[in-house]
């Protein structure tokens, strides 16, 4: 890459620059020249570049070993944009602990749902793409959720707790108890012995079932909902918080052209590639405005990733899970 000119390379289309790095191999070659050559880079053009790497680097989500990551973050000492990679970090370590948490009560509902759905049988000892998980989220939130509901009436606006509790005929709470029995024996086929047990339901045979007043019949009943209830609870919350904290890197690290105008116009010729999304008069307003003497304003940014070092993740109200994570920062995310 001798004949690189990395300046020259950022007035390209920042769509044709991702795609080109879309192979992981002249990525980390791209990282490790980007290092080498840093003192050529003009201030102008560095954001940008910052902008494009962080993306690189979500689009790998953070699977990748390479210590020039943490050499490229050593080398950026101006104070906003040591702000922005500080920013993605901070992000990006947040979203790591709610993956981590994702997976688990993912792995914990599919293991209890699977022999229901065949296509829940998943090999979990292999990574999932973010694909097959927003297929999987939202497969629990059509069919498994539903399903779940369908044992207490749920999707009857709780019209079979309204009718057990309310009851008052010894005939019919007879009935009702044989039918909550029915129920719970149909939840005991989904959920195992030992997550009731970490769940903190307690165990009961039948007949120590029947021995229960009726309104205890109805309570365990509804306290079994309670419980079982908390691991979709705890699925949508994470995947909420997930939803939250992607929403918040794709803000930072979201790269508009003409928000880096005069950065790529600072040679005499215009690059056409430039201007591929635009029509000709949108042209020549872009390099009218190139021509103000008034300075352009980027916008505000921030940042993300466990890959250049790790400090620690802010306690937040935006935050979930151990605050308190850590890793090499040379190593895999």
Do not use: W
């Not at 699977?114 to 059509?142: A, C, H, V």
């Not at 012995?193 to 205890?216: A, D, G, N």
């Not at 215009?270 to 872009?286: A, R, T």
């Amino acid at each position: 890459m001798s004949d690189f000119d990395i300046n020259n390379y950022l007035t390209k289309n920042y769509l044709v620059i991702l795609e080109e790095l879309n192979n992981k191999n002249k990525f980390l070659n791209f990282i490790y020249y980007i290092n080498t050559n840093f003192k050529k880079i003009k201030i102008s053009k560095l954001e940008l570049l910052i902008k494009i790497i962080l993306n690189k680097i979500l689009y790998y989500e953070g699977n990748l070993k390479n210590k020039e990551f943490k050499n490229f973050y050593d080398n950026i000492d101006d104070e906003e944009n040591k702000e922005l990679l500080d920013n993605f970090i901070d992000y990006y370590d947040n979203l790591d602990i709610l993956k981590k948490n994702y997976y688990l009560i993912l792995f914990i509902i599919v293991s209890s749902f699977k022999e229901k759905y065949n296509y829940l049988k998943l090999d979990f000892s292999k990574r999932l793409d973010n694909k097959s998980l927003d297929n999987l989220g939202n497969l629990i939130e059509n069919d498994i959720f539903r399903y779940y509901n369908s044992f207490f009436d749920l999707n009857l606006n709780r019209a079979f707790f309204k009718r057990i509790k309310e009851c008052k005929d010894s005939n019919v709470m007879i009935i009702y108890t044989n039918e909550i029995i029915s129920r719970l024996i149909g939840l005991r086929e989904l959920f195992s012995l030992e997550l009731l047990e970490i769940l903190e339901v307690k165990k009961i045979t039948i007949s120590e079932f029947y021995e229960l007043e009726y309104l205890e019949r109805v309570n365990y009943f509804l306290n079994f909902y309670n419980k079982t209830n908390n691991l979709f609870k705890i699925f949508f919350k994470i995947t909420n918080f997930i939803k939250k904290f992607l929403l918040k890197i794709n803000d930072l690290i979201e790269i508009s052209q003409l928000d880096y105008l005069d950065s790529l116009t600072d040679s005499d010729d215009i690059n056409p590639g430039l201007f591929c999304i635009l029509d000709e008069e949108e042209i020549n307003q872009v390099i009218n405005l190139s021509n103000d003497d008034d300075e352009h304003v980027d916008t505000p940014y921030y940042n993300i990733t466990n890959l250049f070092i790790k400090s620690e993740v802010n306690n937040n109200e935006e935050s979930f899970g151990d605050s308190n994570s850590s890793s090499e920062s040379d190593g895999e995310t």
